[in-house]
């Protein structure tokens, strides 16, 4: 069956340092790769996306991913995390162009000032 | 341009009564999926609807959801006889088209608190 998973459920940083966070999905045909966060009491929002092209996507706010297809990976990086950077992060994967979105169960990112 | 309208934000319902979660797409987008996100879980597709039709809703509970997208007005997701299990966050995503790099915008999210 397809799943994504995402490896940390919580992550405490503090401001400065660099976040990785893991994502990995479970299959070989054509995926449409997504990082949301949700900031406290807001919408989900995209940080960036991967369609086909240059496997390293930049995206919103200082972040960037970079789709590895050999390990079925999509990790959301960031070389230097600020406090508003606290929020919850979904990786989200669309799989052979389907409409529906599989969502990982997100992970928690705390930054401590 | 607004963006995905939900409302309410939060619903607090005793078991037994019905909830209503409404979803008001972007301005010309005619694709609406529902998602529910139960604790300490991803989102989990429910329903996919374009104007008047609902396309898939695989993801639905087979009793007491129920899910509309009429002409006029926003979509609509039921919850009929509410029960604990129901408490979750509910999201509503809209986009202008579906299929090949389409990206879908989200809503904030009705948190139903069944008590």
């Known amino acids: 069956a397809q799943s994504v998973s995402q490896h940390n459920h919580h992550v405490i940083l503090s401001e400065a340092a660099s976040l990785e966070l893991g994502c990995n999905y479970s299959y070989g045909g054509t995926v449409n790769l997504f990082w949301y966060v949700q900031y406290p009491g807001q919408h989900l929002q995209l940080l960036l996306k991967y369609f086909s092209g240059d496997p390293l996507v930049k995206g919103i706010k200082g972040f960037e991913a970079e789709f590895i297809k050999s390990k079925f990976s999509f990790n959301l990086r960031k070389p230097s995390v600020q406090w508003s950077d606290t929020a919850e992060y979904f990786c989200a994967v669309n799989f052979n162009n389907d409409y529906k979105l599989s969502f990982g169960a997100g992970t928690t990112v705390t930054v401590r000032a | 341009n607004a963006g995905v309208m939900q409302n309410p934000r939060h619903l607090v319902r005793r078991r037994g009564q019905e909830a209503r979660l409404r979803c008001s797409p972007m301005?010309?987008?005619?694709?609406v999926y529902w998602y529910r996100q139960l604790p300490e879980e991803g989102l989990k597709f429910m329903v996919y609807?374009?104007?008047?039709?609902?396309?898939?809703e695989s993801g639905m509970p087979k009793e007491r959801f129920s899910a509309e997208f009429p002409k006029e007005g926003p979509s609509i997701l039921r919850i009929q006889q509410v029960v604990r299990g129901d408490s979750a966050a509910y999201f509503c995503a809209s986009s202008p088209q579906t299929g090949l790099n389409t990206e879908a915008f989200f809503g904030q999210g009705t948190r139903l608190t069944v008590v």
């Open positions: 609807l374009q104007k008047e039709n609902i396309i898939d």
């Open positions: 301005k010309g987008h005619s694709h």
